[in-house]
């Protein structure tokens, strides 16, 4: 599994252990550098926007692993 991969999966689990019911759609590849990422619950949608810089990273440091789960918090709180 390359790095990018890996940084969505960890992404995907991050979303499924603050709320399992939201949906997560990210790009295959970024568009200028970054993800514009869906999330879902119901019939609701919000979408954020996360550099591959911080997906790649997510693995790995936790500064970013916090920096990211703050972002999906406030996301799925606007759901």
Same mark, same amino acid.
């Given at each position: 599994?390359?790095?990018?991969?890996?940084? &969505?999966?960890?992404?995907?689990?991050?979303?499924?252990? !603050? #709320?399992?019911?939201?949906?997560?759609? @990210?790009?295959?590849?970024?568009?200028?550098?970054?993800?514009?990422?869906?999330?879902?619950?119901?019939?609701?949608? &919000?979408?954020?926007?996360?550099?591959?810089?911080?997906? !790649? #990273?997510?693995?790995?440091?936790?500064? @970013?692993?916090?920096?990211?789960?703050?972002?999906?918090?406030?996301?799925?709180?606007?759901?």
């Amino acid at each position: 599994m390359d790095e990018a991969a890996e940084g &969505k999966a960890q992404f995907i689990e991050l979303v499924k252990n !603050l #709320d399992p019911s939201v949906q997560v759609v @990210i790009p295959t590849a970024p568009s200028n550098n970054m993800y514009l990422i869906s999330l879902t619950k119901g019939p609701n949608r &919000k979408f954020i926007s996360l550099s591959e810089d911080d997906i !790649l #990273d997510l693995v790995q440091e936790s500064n @970013i692993r916090s920096k990211v789960a703050t972002i999906v918090r406030d996301a799925i709180g606007g759901l």
